[in-house]
């Protein structure tokens, strides 16, 4: 993102290029409002004062929180790791984010910014910009092996600029990754779901719908790996309306999953249901969807400050961030009885005033020699869209 010198250039006319990144810009700051999907710091009608998270290098865990397998969060541009009652911070430098653990357990995708001067032309000279320039990373639990699989950086002959990547999401056999970006050119694209070929580094733009230039976010690839959830963003006037929509990679057909006001989807471990944080006129909460119909199943929370769940792997809990006097935490509600007639059982706090990172969500796995056994977690058959949504067509194309 481009420092704040850049302001002034822009606002007298940069050009084409400059000024979609900045449209982008706006669009995504104004979401994160509209849409409600990370409710705001202050109180929030709870009273009190501002509460102070513990230091950037420190993540006090609940003594309660024994859970199976291991969470992966960010505080302070770090990525933090958390295995049953205890927490170890994985990387240092605080330009991370957006983490996600691959189906194997071998990996954690991520977003790493790095310091970038670049130049660009206004009145057909070249100034220099500050930039934040992103690139999809990955690296082994152990901290080993990390990679960078794509570069946000964009040259035009002697200019250079950066594209805007986010949230990416590998498939189960982690050969693609979705990801929400206006690269290669940004001046040619919303932000928008596109996926990266792993082995080629080339991305594919599919062409969903979108209402330009809100883009989308939010992706999650399915765990039998045909199809991707995705949030396409919009607006009534000043009020969010965002829509979780389904891309099925084989007919490259889209179908909407919700109406207007969802966010954040979170397949379950055999694909069947979805997590998705709910937004409100004050606030948002947690609710299960039915995967096929979209129907609400149960809501997980009440408190109008809950967002971005993430399902067990063992399909018997949902994490969840919840804002508490300004302050994230990791919080996790078990799920009782059966699908889809499960009840709540207690809400264990996993951690204790951390100051988490609300804009990366947590992403959870446990080893399948650890899953209970029959495994909830085993993937079903692809399952076909309902009929409760007319379709719309993606063409699909190779070019972003």
């Known amino acids: 993102m481009p420092s704040l ?18 449209l982008v810009v706006i669009a995504v700051v104004s979401l994160s409002v509209l849409t409600g999907q990370l409710p705001l710091g202050g109180n929030n009608g709870q009273g009190g004062p501002i509460k102070t998270p513990t230091p950037s290098n420190v993540v006090v865990v609940d003594p309660r929180a024994d859970v199976l397998g291991t969470l992966v969060y960010v505080k302070s541009g770090n990525l933090w790791l958390q295995s049953g009652a205890s927490a170890r911070q994985l990387t240092t430098g605080g330009n991370d984010s957006q983490p996600t653990w691959s189906a194997d357990g071998q990996w954690i995708y991520f977003i790493r910014t790095s310091a970038f001067r670049g130049h660009w032309p206004f009145e ?8 934040a320039v992103p690139s999809v990373m990955r690296m082994h639990p152990d901290g080993t092996g990390a990679e960078q699989l794509l570069s946000g950086k964009v040259s035009q002959g002697s200019a250079s600029w950066s ?4 949230q990416p999401f590998p498939n189960p056999t982690n050969t693609k990754v979705a990801l929400i970006t206006d690269a290669p050119t940004p001046s040619n694209s919303d932000l928008v779901l596109k996926i990266l070929d792993i082995a080629t580094g080339g991305l594919t733009n599919p062409k969903v719908p979108e209402i330009a230039p809100l883009g989308h976010q939010d992706p ?7 199809s991707i959830l995705f949030v396409k963003d919009a607006r009534s006037g000043t009020r969010g309306t965002p829509i979780i ?24 471990p055999d694909g ?4 998705a944080t709910k937004t409100g006129s004050f606030g948002t909460d947690v609710v ?7 129907a609400e199943l149960l809501r997980v929370t009440n408190d109008e400050l809950s967002f971005a769940p993430v399902w067990s792997p063992a399909g018997d809990a949902i994490a969840f961030f919840r804002v508490d006097h300004g302050v994230v935490d990791l919080e996790l509600v078990s799920l009782k009885g059966s699908a889809p007639g499960w009840t709540l059982g ?3 706090q996993l951690t204790i005033a951390a100051g988490l990172d609300a804009a990366s969500r947590a992403s959870w796995f446990i080893p399948p020699e650890d899953l209970p056994t029959p495994a909830p977690s085993t993937p079903g058959p692809s399952l076909a869209f309902p009929t409760l949504h007319a379709p719309t067509t993606a063409p699909g194309s190779t070019t972003p």
């Not at 302001?7 to 940069?14: F, V």
């Not at 990679?249 to 379950?268: D, E, F, H, I, M």
């Not at 069947?272 to 997590?275: E, G």
């Open 5 to 22: 010198p850049i302001l002034p250039a822009l606002a007298a006319g940069l050009g084409q290029a400059v000024s979609a990144v900045l």
């Open 124 to 131: 057909g000279v070249l100034h220099p910009y500050d930039l």
């Open 163 to 166: 594209s805007f990547i986010r």
């Open 220 to 226: 999650a690839w399915s765990p039998d790996g045909a």
């Open 245 to 268: 929509q389904r891309y099925d990679l084989a007919t490259k057909r889209v179908r909407s999953l919700t109406g207007p006001g969802y966010v954040g989807p979170a397949w379950s």
């Open 272 to 275: 069947r249901y979805v997590a």
């Open 288 to 294: 299960i969807l039915d995967a096929r119909t979209g």
């Open 346 to 348: 207690d809400t264990i």
